[in-house]
């Protein structure tokens, strides 16, 4: 059986994101008064793509959303995957419970109750 730690993936495409912005952004400086409407369009609508996949990385952190594992007490903002051999992803009993806890892989990862203030 493979765990696989979704946070490490996800924090990898975020670096993509952010030197791709850069990038754009150094090439949309560097064009100074010989960019064209058409260029500058496809800059921009890039590096608001990066931008997204940035937000969407932090969004589970910036709303507090804790994953707490019910059977050794992990808790964590990141999650894994557990897949077989053949490399088949593998699912708890009901389908639909596709992460387990990257400590103890179990199934009974979820979101944490946050306590009321």
């Avoid at 100074?32 to 937000?55: F, P, S, W």
């Avoid at 050794?72 to 387990?100: H, P, Q």
Wanted: hydrophobic share 35%; net charge negative; charged share 30%.
């Amino acid at each position: 059986m493979t765990l696989k730690i979704i946070r490490r993936k996800e924090m990898s495409e975020v670096i993509e994101a952010v030197k791709e912005a850069s990038i754009s952004l150094a090439c949309l400086l560097d064009d100074g008064e010989d960019i064209k409407l058409y260029t500058l369009e496809k800059d921009v609508e890039h590096i608001q793509n990066q931008i997204t996949v940035i937000e969407n990385f932090l969004e589970p952190f910036t709303n507090d959303q804790v994953n707490e594992c019910l059977d050794c007490g992990f808790e964590s903002t990141s999650f894994a995957e557990l897949y077989n051999k053949k490399g088949d992803k593998i699912t708890s009993w009901n389908k639909e419970d596709n992460v387990a806890c990257p400590k103890c892989k179990s199934f009974n990862y979820f979101l944490k109750e946050k306590a009321n203030a």
